[in-house]
């Protein structure tokens, strides 16, 4: 198996030709060993064609070990989060590739607290290379068992209708991309008093009705019904839930950051303290929370280091641009069901349209585009990257990729964390500083791929 597929926060690969069922039980046995044979995992899967065949395969490797295995079942990855932070498990195991294509599958670890592994990702893979497993005996082995999908939805539903109400009705157009936000979302949202409308929400691993990455240009329906039809609020989520794209009731996709804002407005009227973005998010972010009167703290892209620095400080919230939302009042990770619903509470205690909420925060120019690069030349073309800039003298922030920060914009050029991938982020507050850093980043980007 590629070393590559062991990425930042977690694994992702083809099935049947990056990985297989074997190097699946070999994944199972290094994270086993690393829990060193002892206590009881969870685990969960998501809708695609290969999860059932992944999840047992890897339970099979970990009970290996001597540990327990769970499985919650087919179910979103908020849902294993949130039953792992309830009940404590030693560890917890999600089956999913998110937002990849449906030929994908992937592994993710998860604290007992249901947030993610970082460095730990690197022992289980130091483990699996080197292959020195704890194999117990016939009469020694874990249990695979699993626990009623049911009792999971009910805990989990129970929990935030305990938190989140509305006071008054709204009209919400759910799109759950025949993922599994499908199981949980609309039932959630007619409990809180929601009319609601929903379009690709038949589960199917294939992702028929759309990709599994809601973005502009594969949630057109979602925002031609949810205008057409007077709603007040408009969700897409990924395939496994962990993320939410809003559209407002003018059928306008809102800028994660710009939702971000709302959220925080709401969670410091209810608790002053920090909030965490990571660095590719809109100077908005920064603006707003400290006229609201509380802390940025940037941080990493990925799940599982906004998690961290959450719990490290003590965060009241944290906003991703990619539309991962953590709301720390609930619990310290992300979950786009929680997010949606909180949404709709906060557009339902106000007197204005989600179109107006919106349109009362400024934004500046931004572009987000991506280059194609090889896992193997990605790392090597931003380290090329930031010696010529540092070379040319400019204020660098290295913390995630290589940022630069002028004063009137900023632009970031990271490799993705799940994909072979470069991402180049750019701001600016006019329309010509934001040409101006796309055509240098785009240039300097260009002439170092080709040497490579």
Not at 146 to 153: A, D, G, L, P
Not at 300 to 315: L, P, S
Request: with cysteine; aromatic share 8%.
């Amino acid at each position: 198996m590629a070393e590559n597929i062991f990425r930042a926060y977690d694994i992702r690969a083809v099935f049947n030709k990056e990985i297989d069922v074997e190097s699946v039980v070999r994944i199972g046995l290094a994270f086993g060993t690393y829990l060193e044979g002892q206590g009881l995992v969870y685990s969960g899967r998501d809708i695609r064609t290969s999860s059932k065949i992944v999840e047992s395969a890897v339970a099979s490797g970990i009970c290996s070990t001597g540990c327990n295995v769970a499985s919650l079942g087919l179910l979103p990855i908020p849902l294993l989060n949130f039953y792992c932070w309830k009940h404590e498990p030693k560890a917890g195991l999600m089956v999913t590739a998110s937002h990849n294509p449906p030929e994908f599958t992937g592994l993710r670890f998860r604290h007992n607290d249901g947030t993610g592994f970082s460095k730990e990702n690197e022992r289980v893979k130091n483990i699996y290379f080197e292959g020195d497993f704890l194999k117990n005996p016939w009469n020694k082995l874990g249990e695979f068992t699993s626990i009623n999908t049911e009792v999971v939805i009910s805990d989990y539903t129970k929990y935030l209708l305990d938190k989140i109400s509305l006071d008054r009705e709204l009209s919400v157009v759910l799109d759950p991309g025949n993922g599994t936000a499908s199981i949980v979302a609309p039932q959630l949202f007619r409990k809180v008093g929601c009319k609601i409308f929903t379009i690709n929400s038949q589960i199917d691993g294939t992702f028929p009705g759309r990709d599994p990455y809601p973005r502009e240009g594969n949630i057109d329906d979602l925002q031609k019904i949810t205008e057409d039809s007077g709603a007040d609020l408009g969700v897409a989520y990924d395939g496994d839930a962990d993320r939410a794209v809003f559209v407002d009731n003018k059928g306008r996709i809102i800028r994660p950051e710009v939702a971000g804002v709302l959220f925080v407005k709401d969670a410091l009227s209810k608790k002053m303290g920090k909030v965490v973005a990571n660095v590719s998010s809109s100077l908005i972010v920064q603006e707003q929370v400290e006229t609201l009167g509380g802390e940025v703290v940037y941080e990493k892209v990925g799940d599982v280091f906004m998690a961290e620095a959450i719990k490290e400080h003590n965060a009241v919230f944290g906003i991703e641009p990619s539309g991962h939302f953590y709301s720390n009042l609930f619990y310290p990770f992300d979950d786009g069901i929680q997010s949606s619903l909180l949404l709709a509470e906060i557009i339902s205690k106000q007197n204005k349209t989600l179109s107006e909420l919106v349109d009362q925060i400024p934004q500046y120019p931004m572009i987000e585009e991506t280059t194609k690069c090889s896992d193997e030349k990605k790392f090597q073309v931003i380290e090329r990257i930031k010696e010529k800039l540092e070379n040319r003298g400019y204020k660098l922030n290295l913390m995630d990729g290589v940022r630069v920060d002028q004063q009137e914009g900023w632009a970031l050029v990271r490799p993705s964390n799940t994909q072979p991938l470069i991402r180049v982020t750019v701001e600016a507050k006019t329309e010509a500083k934001l040409k101006e850093l796309k055509d240098e980043m785009f240039r300097l980007l260009k002439e170092e791929m080709e040497k490579c």
